[in-house]
């Protein structure tokens, strides 16, 4: 038995013992094996008390610090990282808790802006396993599911913020809202980013019962801060916050972006805030929908620091956003040609994505290398993306829920015209067939979407042959 084995005793906890001689990248990777032993994503169950019951036994490291809770169907990410990004540049210690992750599982808990660090990530686990067990063991005993992936993971990140300790944590909510296991904490701020279709098989078929379920989020007396909605998502949000005596601020009445303009690297804006007006501020993102998510995260800082009737300090508000990030949204990954990867999975994303392509870039063509999971409405993805690409490489990730290449092809195909389809099912031929499509032109491009699964091994692939910008 190597070392390695070693390292874990019977219970699965980890060995100091054991540990003092080996590098914390390997614990790390026990660790992350440990959670993907356990139910996957792709299969969440609607319930809480099995997080709260863990929680409960560590003595609720998530009401250890401030939370602004964040959910919706697109942006979620972007939105919560500027949220984040601006906190701390106000001088708080912040967590921030996001999913999917890209390269590495330590990319979804931050401290301060950067990924957890492994030993903090192992130490912690060290200290939540035996509780996690004794959870796993009660609901096997009643017949349930042991704790998931999702939740687990999610008391993992609880308990490494206690233990930092952050003084905020920004929280992204994995599918959902009420059942979803972050909801164990409770918001003082809680917000809503665009609600349209998505996940219909475990949220609802219909905008009012998504929106119903993401609402869940909303506790007594929080800040809610929402993003425009559709009139029957924001009925939903309207009617539980006041079942919950929340105050409500909504884009466009409330606050507003006024405008925004394309900018080297990014855009400038300008935002009317809840208590104040901010103008020219840069914001090193693409796309109109991210001036919409810093607009929101503006508003939702307000909300947080001073209940929406202080203004920001105009020169942290300006570090913040200026330093914000967002992997794998609209991101140049590669030039020569330019390589644009980008999150979108759903058809209101890939519109956004389309939509950002044709004002904030001059390309004379685009090859898009395209995979799809299974549970996704991959036409709706095609629909939207139409017109800005010239031609489809279709593939798939390494993902087990990927669509088949082959599948997809002739979706794709129905939509945009056989003429204009490759298929490719191997990543690396399809990256290879679209780049030298996109270099036959002084300014063609590769745009990769439809899964994050596809986006992080295209970025690992960039990374491997050395291409990444």
Not at 35 to 47: K, N, Y
Not at 193 to 215: F, N, Q, V
Not at 251 to 268: K, Y
Not at 305 to 311: K, S, V, W
């Amino acid at each position: 038995m190597s070392k390695k084995d070693d390292t874990f005793d019977d219970s699965g906890a980890f060995d100091d013992a054991a540990f003092d001689d080996m590098e914390y990248q390997d614990a790390a990777d026990r660790v992350i094996d440990a959670l993907l032993d356990r139910v996957g994503e792709s299969a969440p169950q609607p319930r809480l008390e099995a997080t709260r019951r863990a929680v409960d036994l560590l003595g609720d490291p998530q009401r250890a610090f401030s939370v602004v809770h964040i959910t919706g169907t697109n942006g979620k990410t972007s939105t919560s990282r500027m949220v984040e990004s601006i906190l701390r540049a106000y001088g708080l210690r912040t967590g921030l808790m996001t999913s999917p992750h890209l390269r590495r599982l330590n990319e979804r808990i931050e401290l301060d802006g950067a990924p957890v660090s492994n030993a903090a990530l192992v130490e912690n686990w060290n200290d939540i396993q035996p509780y996690l067990l004794m959870v796993d063991a009660e609901l096997t005993a009643n017949g349930d599911v042991p704790l998931t992936y999702f939740e687990a993971l999610t008391v993992l990140a609880f308990a490494i913020f206690a233990d930092a300790p952050v003084d905020v944590a920004v929280i992204e909510v994995g599918m959902g809202g009420q059942w979803d296991s972050t909801n164990v904490a409770d918001g003082q701020v809680a917000v809503f980013t665009p609600i349209a279709l998505d996940h219909t098989r475990r949220l609802g078929s219909t905008i009012t019962e998504i929106a119903r379920t993401k609402a869940g989020i909303i506790k007594p007396a929080a800040s809610v801060v929402s993003a425009l909605q559709l009139p029957e998502a924001l009925t939903e949000l309207r009617l539980a916050a006041e079942l919950n005596e929340a105050s409500l601020a909504v884009d466009a009445t409330d606050f507003a972006l006024e405008s925004n303009t394309v900018a080297v690297g990014g855009q400038v804006i300008t935002v009317r805030g809840r208590a104040g007006r901010y103008e020219d501020l840069f914001l090193p993102l693409f796309g109109d929908h991210q001036a919409q998510n810093a607009t929101l995260a503006i508003a939702a800082v307000e909300s947080f620091l001073g209940n929406g009737e202080q203004a920001l300090d105009s020169d942290a508000l300006a570090e913040g956003l200026a330093t914000a990030t967002s992997p794998g949204r609209l991101q140049v990954v590669g030039t020569a040609p330019t390589v644009l990867v980008d999150a979108a999975h759903n058809p209101h994303g890939a519109a956004a994505l389309a939509a950002a392509v044709t004002t904030y870039f001059t390309f004379d063509r685009v090859a898009c290398v395209v995979g799809v999971l299974e549970d996704k409405d991959a036409r709706g993805i095609i629909e939207a993306l139409d017109s800005v690409v010239d031609e489809f490489i279709v593939t798939q990730s390494d993902s087990s829920r990927a669509l088949n290449a082959d599948d997809l092809a002739a979706i794709v195909a129905a939509v945009a015209g056989p003429d204009r389809v490759r298929v490719e099912p191997q990543l690396a031929a399809a990256m290879d067939e679209a780049r030298q499509y996109a270099s036959e032109t002084e300014k063609g491009a590769v745009l990769v979407a439809g899964s994050i699964t596809l986006v992080a091994d295209v970025i690992g692939l960039a990374e491997d042959e050395r291409w990444m910008q």
